[in-house]
């Protein structure tokens, strides 16, 4: 089963980087599309970025373009979200999340979250 545990955030200046880390504790990531979403409180869960299962497809939204960049390392059990060029409004906790490779499925395995936080 999957079991995602994410990493990495901290507190970073505007323009600083970050890189967060998703491992599956299941083993069973490498049949999943992953996601990145984030959420401030107040707000409703924001998509950040996904990856197939192959690694080969990859999608941003366009607050992030150009700045992060998913990757993963099926070998390894992780999915990572590598992010340049912080802003203030990039501040939220991060989440992982685990789908079917088929596109448009619902995300169904959810990380507990790892905080970012962005001053200005």
């Known amino acids: 089963q999957v079991q995602l545990v994410e990493s990495g955030g901290g507190l970073v200046q505007a323009g600083g980087s970050l890189r967060l880390s998703c491992v599956d504790s299941g083993r069973a990531i490498s049949t999943y599309a992953m996601g990145w979403f984030r959420q401030v409180p107040g707000k409703e869960r924001e998509f950040v970025a996904r990856?197939?299962?192959?690694?080969?497809?990859?999608y941003y939204t366009d607050s992030v373009k150009g700045r992060f960049t998913i990757s993963r390392d099926n070998a390894k059990n992780t999915v990572y979200l590598s992010m340049t060029d912080l802003k203030p409004e990039d501040t939220a906790v991060y989440y992982c999340?685990?789908?079917?490779?088929?596109?448009?499925?619902?995300?169904?395995?959810w990380g507990q979250g790892t905080q970012v936080t962005v001053s200005s």
């Open positions: 990856i197939s299962w192959s690694g080969t497809y990859t």
């Open positions: 999340a685990a789908r079917l490779p088929v596109e448009g499925s619902a995300y169904e395995y």
